[in-house]
């Protein structure tokens, strides 16, 4: 008998196996479609449980066949309780929908739109759209690497990124289109920049914590402002849920550069926000008393790790007619790169440059970065309701720049280490950016909402102040390998700036609307316009000092020397200065006050049909733009202005394939204004070269076409296919031009260029497979601008070389020809784990437009590889990481050529026939915190 159990037993078993199967099936939003990503999945009576993935998909395997019953559950959902009957196999793919279990709050609730919050909203938001944009989720953006809104926009198909001296992204470059030709809006409202020179807003300035999702329109409607030839960037923020939330983070990290070097800083306690002219006036004589000493005074040493930090409450309260959330966030980060930077000219005939010194450079930069924003809203009825909304931005970056420059030379012996010139140079920068807006707004339904009023007043301020920018700089030489510090330069050795500027706007917004439907069909009639009144300031101060001239004791006649590092002074803050300027400092056309005045209207309808959408109207912008500089320097132009008006016609049409497929047409004109720094006729010296206005600088005009094809499979998934076209007229790019009287004298200056074309095409691809994911998108982008080139030759005549011009085809500035994305998901809601590696390619790109024909500074393309990870606990607690620039991907600049002499420079510069002329490593960035949701 116990033989036979033992031969029957696994036979038993072997059948139960055999008799077991998998039951699979998908969980949805009843009213949206939405694929729901963690909901709880039960067999009863089984001890068998899952959970839904990311495509809203289960899967629970060895259930044994017959009668069961299934459970499943999901936070804020009514739970759904079925009988099934599980077959031996082939079993059906189960469906359920469910139903939201918060109170009706029929057209009363600030949730009957999807808010974006989620990527099944933001798939719903791109679907639903008049124009063609890309969004990406409150949720994508949390679980993402990134920690500004500039790194989240990386991510979007299409667009590329700017990056700062410490390679954190600072602007967006849309389409292949320059920063220049893109705007910033927050809830739907433009927002004035705090940039010294231009129009467009540093998105580094912005906590990507802040947001509710990310918008980015590459095509534009009568009812948006007509100046975004490349597109527009709309950050939507967190708005009042339905029930109180509470989010906070906080965070610790480090990043890798300083673990191999210090992080050299200076004491910014004492420095004075206006010039020794602006609080004593322009009679009043400086002395080095007037200048805060702490710039000169340096520090080296490990830093303190980075900290941020983030809080969000938000509730609606009086049966929730009223709204009200309050966020904030804060980071202080310790920045930095190490950077090779080549100096080169271009002489006699030759045909690329060649090499004439290297700057070994520094940066330590400590970054504050400080986000609020708070809203109330209050819904008088279904037909009635009103919002203030605030919004404060600050950045402080504190950044110290050391750098030595060597000067290749005829004596100079590179293999031996002998006899080079060198200079060090120190710059202490402390920069305050600011943006403030608050919104009043409203909206308005009347005749059973067939027509719809929105208005919005807005005032807007944005400020840039860098208070006493310091530089010093100090000969040296290098014999034997060994570098020696001497004294200062002979020419102001040391120089105090200050610079300021403000923007403030005044704005008015109208929008009307009215509904018609003519049996299955719907036409909407809108009309509106704004009016803004933008105020700009801008501040320039200078002051140069310099080291008098001590006794030399090796003198027998009483004979003077300047003073030595070492032996006259230890430490900067040992010298004593004297002010070369000491009535008010140099006066700069810098100082100026400007104004512009944009009146704006438009008509548009939009014909809605069983699958046709045809959205077409006009738009008109009149422009008053003016300048008065207040200390003109010989400017044969101190006062201009320039008063033009555009209409800018626009349509759209979408036809519907499918519930879930469509195609997606568009053509509108937009306009791209001069910056008002662009257009004053300012001198002044930044970095190595000096930068001069254009008043005669023209706006430019562009005629946009796209055509997209867009699947939406999954309500998370889609896969868009898009082709794009514009033609530029007047683009503006920068140049380098020679002087019209002392032609050596080379300026960077602003131009229009003729006409500009640009087109590419894109794919957008995203892909769930239960608890793995796929984002991946694609851009190939070409232009063509043609700019006139210096060249030389022998005049065959005199035997002298000679300049001429040349034209020469060249994409946009900053475009790339190839632009990717790729990030790697994975989630199991069950274990509450989310984990993402994101790579960025950016293809080569021009960075830096040269005088000199084939000279241009090309960006090498680059990957930029990021990581995230987070785990969350029922608690409403989650530990994440994020990890940044994983790879230590370099930013490098070189010239597609070189010159012969460039070999003699043991610096291994030249390569495939390309020359080196810049190198910055960043080192790996690592960060991890604590996350708090109380929903």
Same mark, same amino acid.
């Given at each position: 008998?116990?033989?036979?159990?033992?031969?029957?037993?696994?036979?038993?078993?072997?059948?139960?196996?055999?008799?077991?199967?998998?039951?699979?099936?998908?969980?949805?939003?009843?009213?949206?479609?939405?694929?729901?990503?963690?909901?709880?999945?039960?067999?009863?009576?089984?001890?068998?449980?899952?959970?839904?993935?990311?495509?809203?998909?289960?899967?629970?395997?060895?259930?044994?066949?017959?009668?069961?019953?299934?459970?499943?559950?999901?936070?804020?959902?009514?739970?759904?309780?079925?009988?099934?009957?599980?077959?031996?196999?082939?079993?059906?793919?189960?469906?359920?929908?469910?139903?939201?279990?918060?109170?009706?709050?029929?057209?009363?609730?600030?949730?009957?739109?999807?808010?974006?919050?989620?990527?099944?909203?933001?798939?719903?938001?791109?679907?639903?759209?008049?124009?063609?944009?890309?969004?990406?989720?409150?949720?994508?953006?949390?679980?993402?690497?990134?920690?500004?809104?500039?790194?989240?926009?990386?991510?979007?198909?299409?667009?590329?990124?700017?990056?700062?001296?410490?390679?954190?992204?600072?602007?967006?470059?849309?389409?292949?289109?320059?920063?220049?030709?893109?705007?910033?809006?927050?809830?739907?409202?433009?927002?004035?920049?705090?940039?010294?020179?231009?129009?467009?807003?540093?998105?580094?300035?912005?906590?990507?914590?802040?947001?509710?999702?990310?918008?980015?329109?590459?095509?534009?409607?009568?009812?948006?402002?007509?100046?975004?030839?490349?597109?527009?960037?709309?950050?939507?923020?967190?708005?009042?849920?339905?029930?109180?939330?509470?989010?906070?983070?906080?965070?610790?990290?480090?990043?890798?550069?300083?673990?191999?070097?210090?992080?050299?800083?200076?004491?910014?306690?004492?420095?004075?926000?206006?010039?020794?002219?602006?609080?004593?006036?322009?009679?009043?004589?400086?002395?080095?008393?007037?200048?805060?000493?702490?710039?000169?005074?340096?520090?080296?040493?490990?830093?303190?790790?980075?900290?941020?930090?983030?809080?969000?409450?938000?509730?609606?309260?009086?049966?929730?007619?009223?709204?009200?959330?309050?966020?904030?966030?804060?980071?202080?980060?310790?920045?930095?790169?190490?950077?090779?930077?080549?100096?080169?000219?271009?002489?006699?005939?030759?045909?690329?440059?060649?090499?004439?010194?290297?700057?070994?450079?520094?940066?330590?930069?400590?970054?504050?970065?400080?986000?609020?924003?708070?809203?109330?809203?209050?819904?008088?009825?279904?037909?009635?309701?009103?919002?203030?909304?605030?919004?404060?931005?600050?950045?402080?970056?504190?950044?110290?720049?050391?750098?030595?420059?060597?000067?290749?030379?005829?004596?100079?012996?590179?293999?031996?280490?002998?006899?080079?010139?060198?200079?060090?140079?120190?710059?202490?920068?402390?920069?305050?950016?600011?943006?403030?807006?608050?919104?009043?707004?409203?909206?308005?339904?009347?005749?059973?909402?067939?027509?719809?009023?929105?208005?919005?007043?807005?005032?807007?301020?944005?400020?840039?102040?860098?208070?006493?920018?310091?530089?010093?700089?100090?000969?040296?030489?290098?014999?034997?390998?060994?570098?020696?510090?001497?004294?200062?330069?002979?020419?102001?050795?040391?120089?105090?700036?200050?610079?300021?500027?403000?923007?403030?706007?005044?704005?008015?917004?109208?929008?009307?609307?009215?509904?018609?439907?003519?049996?299955?069909?719907?036409?909407?009639?809108?009309?509106?316009?704004?009016?803004?009144?933008?105020?700009?300031?801008?501040?320039?101060?200078?002051?140069?000092?310099?080291?008098?001239?001590?006794?030399?004791?090796?003198?027998?006649?009483?004979?003077?020397?300047?003073?030595?590092?070492?032996?006259?002074?230890?430490?900067?803050?040992?010298?004593?200065?004297?002010?070369?300027?000491?009535?008010?400092?140099?006066?700069?056309?810098?100082?100026?006050?400007?104004?512009?005045?944009?009146?704006?209207?438009?008509?548009?309808?939009?014909?809605?049909?069983?699958?046709?959408?045809?959205?077409?109207?006009?738009?008109?912008?009149?422009?008053?733009?003016?300048?008065?500089?207040?200390?003109?320097?010989?400017?044969?132009?101190?006062?201009?202005?320039?008063?033009?008006?555009?209409?800018?016609?626009?349509?759209?049409?979408?036809?519907?394939?499918?519930?879930?497929?469509?195609?997606?047409?568009?053509?509108?004109?937009?306009?791209?204004?001069?910056?008002?720094?662009?257009?004053?006729?300012?001198?002044?010296?930044?970095?190595?070269?000096?930068?001069?206005?254009?008043?005669?600088?023209?706006? #430019?005009?562009?005629? *946009?076409?796209? =055509?997209? $094809?867009?699947?939406?499979?999954?309500?998370?998934?889609?896969? +868009?296919? @898009? &082709?794009?076209?514009?033609?530029?007229?007047?683009?503006?790019?920068?140049?380098?031009?020679?002087?019209?009287?002392?032609?050596?004298?080379?300026?960077?200056?602003?131009?229009?260029?003729?006409?500009?074309?640009?087109?590419?095409?894109?794919?957008?691809?995203?892909?769930?497979?239960?608890?793995?994911?796929?984002?991946?998108?694609?851009?190939?982008?070409?232009?063509?601008?043609?700019?006139?080139?210096?060249?030389?030759?022998?005049?065959?005549?005199?035997?002298?070389?000679?300049?001429?011009?040349?034209?020469?085809?060249?994409?946009?500035?900053?475009?790339? #020809?190839?632009?990717? *994305?790729?990030? =790697?998901? $994975?989630?199991?809601?069950?274990?509450?784990?989310?984990?993402? +590696?994101? @790579? &960025?390619?950016?293809?080569?790109?021009?960075?830096?437009?040269?005088?000199?024909?084939?000279?241009?500074?090309?960006?090498?393309?680059?990957?930029?590889?990021?990581?995230?990870?987070?785990?969350?606990?029922?608690?409403?607690?989650?530990?994440?990481?994020?990890?940044?620039?994983?790879?230590?991907?370099?930013?490098?600049?070189?010239?597609?050529?070189?010159?012969?002499?460039?070999?003699?420079?043991?610096?291994?510069?030249?390569?495939?026939?390309?020359?080196?002329?810049?190198?910055?490593?960043?080192?790996?960035?690592?960060?991890?915190?604590?996350?708090?949701?109380?929903?």
């Amino acid at each position: 008998m116990n033989k036979l159990l033992q031969i029957l037993l696994p036979l038993l078993l072997c059948a139960t196996i055999a008799s077991a199967t998998k039951l699979k099936g998908h969980v949805y939003d009843k009213q949206s479609g939405e694929a729901l990503v963690g909901a709880t999945v039960v067999l009863e009576s089984t001890g068998k449980s899952t959970s839904t993935g990311l495509d809203g998909s289960f899967e629970i395997k060895d259930v044994p066949p017959g009668a069961a019953t299934i459970r499943i559950s999901y936070i804020t959902y009514k739970t759904i309780v079925r009988q099934i009957t599980i077959l031996k196999e082939d079993n059906p793919h189960l469906k359920f929908y469910m139903e939201t279990s918060a109170k009706d709050l029929s057209e009363v609730t600030v949730r009957a739109n999807a808010s974006g919050s989620n990527d099944g909203d933001a798939r719903r938001i791109e679907q639903n759209a008049t124009q063609i944009m890309n969004i990406v989720s409150g949720r994508a953006i949390e679980i993402s690497p990134d920690l500004t809104v500039a790194n989240v926009m990386q991510r979007v198909s299409g667009v590329s990124i700017e990056r700062n001296s410490n390679g954190d992204g600072q602007y967006a470059i849309l389409r292949g289109m320059d920063k220049r030709y893109n705007y910033t809006l927050v809830n739907g409202v433009k927002i004035p920049s705090p940039d010294n020179k231009y129009r467009y807003v540093p998105l580094d300035l912005f906590p990507s914590d802040l947001l509710e999702r990310l918008e980015v329109y590459k095509t534009l409607t009568p009812n948006l402002e007509g100046d975004a030839i490349g597109g527009a960037v709309n950050m939507v923020m967190k708005n009042a849920p339905d029930h109180l939330q509470i989010n906070a983070n906080i965070a610790i990290g480090y990043s890798q550069l300083f673990f191999d070097r210090n992080f050299t800083s200076f004491d910014a306690s004492g420095i004075n926000h206006k010039s020794p002219y602006e609080i004593n006036g322009r009679n009043y004589n400086a002395t080095q008393a007037d200048f805060a000493k702490g710039t000169l005074d340096y520090t080296s040493k490990k830093p303190a790790p980075n900290m941020i930090g983030s809080l969000s409450i938000g509730q609606r309260f009086f049966d929730n007619k009223l709204g009200v959330i309050i966020a904030g966030s804060y980071q202080n980060t310790y920045r930095g790169s190490n950077s090779t930077f080549y100096d080169s000219s271009v002489d006699g005939t030759d045909a690329y440059a060649k090499i004439t010194s290297q700057d070994k450079r520094e940066y330590s930069d400590q970054q504050k970065r400080l986000g609020l924003h708070g809203k109330v809203d209050y819904v008088f009825d279904k037909n009635n309701k009103i919002s203030l909304y605030n919004l404060y931005v600050d950045l402080k970056n504190q950044q110290l720049r050391d750098e030595v420059s060597t000067t290749y030379n005829n004596v100079y012996n590179a293999s031996q280490g002998k006899n080079a010139e060198l200079v060090y140079s120190t710059r202490s920068r402390l920069t305050e950016q600011q943006i403030y807006n608050t919104t009043l707004h409203g909206d308005h339904k009347f005749f059973d909402s067939k027509f719809k009023v929105q208005w919005s007043g807005v005032y807007s301020s944005a400020r840039n102040e860098v208070p006493d920018n310091t530089l010093i700089s100090l000969n040296g030489l290098r014999t034997n390998n060994q570098d020696t510090r001497l004294s200062l330069v002979n020419t102001n050795p040391v120089e105090r700036r200050w610079e300021r500027n403000t923007d403030e706007d005044k704005a008015g917004y109208l929008d009307l609307g009215y509904t018609v439907k003519t049996g299955d069909n719907k036409i909407d009639f809108m009309a509106g316009g704004l009016y803004r009144d933008k105020q700009r300031s801008g501040f320039f101060n200078k002051y140069n000092l310099y080291a008098p001239q001590v006794p030399d004791p090796s003198s027998t006649t009483g004979g003077v020397r300047a003073p030595l590092y070492g032996v006259d002074f230890q430490n900067y803050t040992d010298l004593n200065l004297s002010v070369s300027n000491p009535q008010g400092g140099v006066a700069n056309s810098l100082t100026y006050d400007a104004s512009e005045k944009i009146g704006a209207g438009y008509g548009m309808f939009k014909l809605t049909s069983n699958k046709l959408e045809v959205t077409a109207g006009a738009r008109v912008e009149h422009t008053n733009q003016g300048y008065n500089l207040l200390f003109p320097q010989g400017e044969l132009r101190p006062t201009g202005s320039q008063i033009y008006t555009d209409v800018l016609p626009s349509a759209i049409i979408k036809y519907h394939l499918t519930d879930k497929e469509q195609l997606h047409a568009s053509y509108y004109r937009a306009v791209n204004r001069p910056g008002f720094y662009e257009i004053v006729p300012s001198k002044i010296v930044n970095e190595e070269y000096e930068e001069r206005g254009n008043p005669d600088l023209k706006r #430019a005009l562009a005629d *946009n076409y796209d =055509l997209r $094809y867009e699947l939406f499979p999954g309500a998370s998934e889609q896969l +868009l296919v @898009g &082709a794009f076209y514009k033609k530029i007229k007047d683009p503006i790019e920068y140049t380098f031009q020679p002087d019209a009287v002392r032609g050596q004298d080379i300026y960077y200056t602003p131009g229009n260029f003729g006409t500009a074309k640009n087109y590419g095409a894109e794919i957008d691809y995203v892909k769930f497979f239960n608890k793995i994911g796929i984002k991946a998108n694609y851009t190939y982008t070409h232009s063509r601008i043609t700019t006139p080139k210096t060249s030389r030759r022998i005049n065959q005549a005199t035997g002298d070389i000679e300049a001429f011009l040349v034209n020469q085809s060249r994409p946009l500035y900053g475009q790339s #020809a190839h632009v990717a *994305n790729l990030s =790697l998901l $994975y989630k199991d809601t069950k274990k509450g784990l989310d984990i993402q +590696l994101a @790579g &960025a390619y950016t293809g080569e790109r021009i960075n830096t437009v040269s005088q000199f024909l084939n000279n241009d500074l090309w960006q090498k393309g680059f990957i930029q590889m990021d990581a995230s990870a987070e785990k969350s606990f029922k608690s409403g607690i989650s530990v994440f990481v994020k990890a940044n620039n994983l790879l230590n991907t370099p930013f490098k600049l070189f010239i597609k050529g070189t010159n012969t002499e460039n070999d003699n420079i043991r610096e291994n510069i030249v390569s495939n026939g390309q020359t080196l002329i810049r190198n910055d490593q960043y080192g790996q960035g690592y960060l991890i915190g604590l996350r708090y949701k109380f929903n």
